[in-house]
C-alpha cells in the first residue's frame, strides 16, 4: 500500500500491506520466487517483489531478509516466521497452507508535529496488548510532521473487512492526535 490518503499526506510513503494477495498471478508469483530461491540458494525467510502491471507481474527486488509483511503473515496464516525461518537451516520447510484470514497492516503518519501524551500513549499500548498496534513510540516522543507515528494491524473475514477495520483504528488514533 502506497500513498493511502486516510495514513498519509505523501503519495509515494510506504503504508502498508495486505496479506494474502489475492491476484490471477499468484501461481506464476510463487513459482518464480521459488526459482529465484533455488538459483541464489537462499535460506529462511526471504522476499521477492512484484508490481502487477497491465501486462502482467514483473519483480522487483529479493530480499534474504524477515520482511515487513512478517506480521500479516503471521496473523493471516497462523504461523511462526522466526521458527518457520530457524527450521529452514535444518531442511525443514511449512507446508502450503491456507489463510485463515485476511490481515492488514496500515503505518499511521503524523499530518502534524505531534508530542505522544499520555493518553495516546496508553491507547497505543493497550491496542500492543491486544495485538493491534507495533511501533509505539515513547510517552513523550516528538513525531515530527509526515513522519510514521504508529503500526495497525487488523484482521478480518474478507479483504474489505479487515480494510475497514485498519481505517477505523487509524482514525481512532488520529482523533487522539487533534487534541
Known amino acids: 500500500m502506497i500513498g493511502s490518503p486516510h495514513l498519509t499526506r505523501l503519495p509515494f510513503a510506504y503504508c502498508g500491506n ?20 533455488l538459483e541464489f540458494g537462499l535460506k529462511g525467510s526471504n522476499g521477492v517483489d512484484f508490481i ?9 527486488e529479493v530480499n534474504p531478509r524477515f520482511q ?13 516466521i522466526f521458527d518457520a525461518h530457524v ?8 507446508k502450503p ?6 490481515a492488514v497492516k496500515n503505518i499511521l503518519y503524523a499530518d502534524k508535529k505531534i508530542q505522544i501524551n499520555e493518553r495516546l500513549f496508553n491507547r497505543l499500548i493497550n491496542c500492543m496488548k ?11 516522543w516528538i513525531v515530527r510532521e509526515d513522519e510514521p507515528l504508529t503500526t495497525l494491524l487488523e484482521t478480518g473475514r474478507t479483504r474489505e473487512i479487515a480494510l475497514e477495520n485498519v481505517k477505523k483504528s487509524a482514525q481512532h488514533i ?6
Not at 495486505?18 to 530461491?37: G, H, L, N, R
Not at 527450521?87 to 511449512?94: A, I, W
Not at 497452507?97 to 485476511?102: I, N, Q
Not at 493491534?132 to 513523550?140: F, L, N, S, T
Open 18 to 37: 495486505i496479506t494474502p494477495f489475492v491476484t490471477q498471478f499468484k501461481d506464476e508469483m510463487i513459482e518464480y520466487s521459488e526459482q529465484i530461491a
Open 130 to 140: 491486544m495485538g493491534r498496534a507495533a511501533d509505539i513510540p515513547e510517552k513523550g
Open 87 to 94: 527450521r529452514s537451516f535444518s531442511g525443514e520447510l511449512p
Open 52 to 60: 502487477q502491471t497491465e501486462k502482467g507481474i514483473v519483480i522487483l
Open 97 to 102: 497452507g491456507k489463510h485463515k484470514c485476511f
Open 68 to 80: 515487513g509483511s512478517l506480521d500479516t503473515i503471521e496473523l493471516s496464516y497462523g504461523i511462526n
Open 174 to 179: 488520529r482523533v487522539l492526535t487533534e487534541v
